[in-house]
């Protein structure tokens, strides 16, 4: 089993259907675009309280997961 299971949810409903983490309407790419930007985890989690180290280590892990099945398709 992945390590985001717990942590991310679809709903097409919400957000366009983004990968978001549960109970909130904060996507992994949220969380990617913080830390791109050059924001901390500690910054990140006193911004968003309603965020834990798990839930962005789980948005990081669901990124990564998606990265890897994405494929290229040559022009």
Same mark, same amino acid.
């Given at each position: 089993?992945? #390590? &985001?299971?717990? &942590?991310i949810?679809?709903?097409? @409903? =919400?957000? !366009? %259907?983004?990968?978001?983490?549960?109970?909130?309407? =904060? #996507?992994?790419?949220?969380?990617?675009?913080?830390? @791109?930007? %050059?924001? #901390?985890?500690?910054?990140?989690?006193?911004? !968003?309280p309603? +965020?834990t180290?798990?839930?962005?280590? @789980? %948005?990081?892990? !669901?990124?990564?997961?998606?990265?890897? *099945? #994405? *494929? +290229?398709?040559?022009?």
């Amino acid at each position: 089993m992945n #390590t &985001y299971s717990n &942590y991310i949810s679809l709903n097409p @409903a =919400i957000r !366009f %259907g983004k990968p978001r983490i549960k109970g909130t309407r =904060i #996507t992994g790419q949220d969380i990617l675009n913080w830390l @791109a930007s %050059g924001m #901390t985890n500690e910054e990140i989690l006193e911004d !968003f309280p309603e +965020l834990t180290l798990e839930h962005i280590r @789980a %948005g990081l892990a !669901f990124a990564a997961d998606s990265e890897r *099945r #994405t *494929r +290229l398709i040559a022009a």
